[in-house]
DNA sequence: TATCTAACTTGTAATGGTTACAAATATGTA
DNA sequence: TACATATTTGTAACCATTACAAGTTAGATA
């Protein structure tokens, strides 16, 4: 059983009500929620509870590094507790988002780990050539 | 020079005003654009420009095969001419986004094509195992 | 060439995820 | 308890994108 309210203090975060719920459920649930996913299910729990402060919460949590944010292959921005490196896998039937454990290697397969692969998605960030130094 | 018309027509597109020059915009201008971004430099050429049209036009595109969508690490969908899988690689600084033409393996390097690499993002799209057949 | 029809374009309004902001509330300390 | 600060809340704004209906264009036909 992990202590939220010790692991906030930590990271330096004030653990509030709406905060340890808000990391307990992504520790629970690992379903790549949207905020709006975390706020539908704590509501019923916190009934006064804010949609803003389940964005607020999340955009600080992954700030301290708490949590990941991912940019998936839509335009709402989803989060995991899972914070080591990793690939996803989406079904484009079902919509699930399975976490993917091989190396990178396994770019060059077309099925993984069961699921049969017909998108790649690659991207880097960092700094560039002509901004370096 | 490129048939533009003709490079419609054989995708099965009417090869209007508007999609001729969208379409040229994206295969002079290898800078990755969003939507808004065409239509901003297209609007000076045809006043009459609608931005309607150059969502509908780059779906349209997208759809058939003519362009590519992709999904970069803002909510923003940016679109590009090329069509061969490769790999971007965006600048935190400047913001610009380069093509990076190595094949997958490079993920594993801090560094590619002079490049400084601080984030991997690998997102693979799919049917998964418990949705095929 | 004139007419017709379907396709295409346009402009405006609506949508949905996210953020800004100010007021209300809760928390910790003196 | 009283105060200062941090946190939460609710509403409005934002912005990319989409829906929709009306206007326009272009190709086919007579
Ligand atoms: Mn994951
Ligand atoms: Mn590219
Ligand atoms: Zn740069
Ligand atoms: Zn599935």
Redesign the pocket.
Known sequence: MIDFKELLKEHG??P????IKILEFLEKNRIHP???MVYQALVQE?P??????V???L?AFTEKGVLVALSLFE???RYEYNTEPHIHFKCIKCGKIYDISKAFECLNNKEIEGHKVLEHHVNLKGICKNCRD
Chains 1, 2 share one sequence.
Do not use: F, G, P
Not at 16 to 19: E, G, N, V, Y
């Open positions: 975060i004030a509030s009500i709406q905060r949207t905020a709006d916190i006064t509870l804010s949609k803003t402060t964005y607020n919460t955009k335009n709402e921005v």
